[in-house]
């Protein structure tokens, strides 16, 4: 168990999924960013996707403008991503698969298959100052793959272990998660991890001392409709300190 402080990114993608599904101008991500950062989040995340079916350039341009958090621009590997990248110079910008088709993101970024593809990007970004962090599998394989692009971040897909519908393959869903952390630990990359982390999953994930952050957004909007949204970050936070053996948030 580390005493460390684990981050907490907050993805408000769903906010604006639940706007656009009336193409109103409410509720406002951009408001949920500022509870966010007043619940006790460590920075703002933000998939702006081709199909911009949640997030909007001017959501990206507003969060810029409006949030002193730091913002994590998820994108895929387009030339029109890359643009808009290099125009908004986020603090990080995470590479993450993405399908028209899919209802999220599945699964990590195939970093092995598509080398080439990605290594203009991750060198582009790298050298406008932007942070590149890769979403990938909990696989040595992958990490090895990331090292050798450059990127300095990795964030572990955790989908597979949250998904488990038994505790046997939960278990061995995480242990994948903890080598991998440790396989990124002896690489020199920062390991991050997120996606379909709830209350009930969180903290064993959270207690892996290597992982210094963890970016959840879709579980805790819709456990904001029955906590209000400040409540259900603040729950999360404690969970997560709670794991990390930090006791009310202290050093």
């Known amino acids: ?15 604006a999924t639940i706007r656009n599904a009336r193409g109103c101008g409410y509720p406002d991500p951009i408001r949920a960013a500022k509870l966010a950062a007043r619940a006790g989040a460590d920075g703002i995340t933000a998939h702006l996707r081709e199909d911009r079916r949640h997030i909007t350039d001017e959501d990206i341009r507003r969060l810029g403008r409006e949030i002193d958090l730091p913002l994590n ?8 991503m890359l643009d808009i990248a290099l125009r908004h110079r986020p603090h990080a910008a995470c590479i993450v698969p993405e399908k028209r088709e899919e209802r999220t993101t599945e699964g990590g970024l195939d970093v092995i298959g598509g080398f080439q593809h990605l290594k203009p990007f991750v060198a582009t970004l790298s050298a406008a100052g932007v942070r590149v962090s890769l979403f990938v599998e909990p696989d040595p394989a992958a990490l090895d793959a990331a090292r050798a692009l450059g990127a300095p971040v990795v964030e572990l897909h955790t989908g597979s272990y949250c998904d488990a519908v038994d505790g046997d393959a939960r278990e061995r869903e995480f242990a994948r998660i903890v ?8 690489l020199g990359l920062e390991c991050h991890a997120g996606h379909g982390l709830t209350y009930d ?6 207690a ?3 992982i210094r952050e963890l970016n959840i957004g879709h579980f805790l909007v819709g456990e904001a409709i029955f906590v209000g949204l400040e409540d259900s970050i603040r729950e999360m936070r404690r969970l997560m300190d709670e794991a990390r053996g930090r006791v009310g948030g202290a050093e």
């Open 179 to 186: 080598k991998a952390a440790g396989h990124a630990q002896v």
């Open 201 to 206: 999953t969180v903290k064993p994930v959270a």
């Open 73 to 80: 621009l998820e994108m895929a590997a387009t030339d029109e």
């Open 208 to 210: 892996i001392a290597n």
């Open 1 to 15: 168990m580390s005493t460390t402080k684990l981050r907490l990114g907050v993805n408000i993608d769903h906010v």
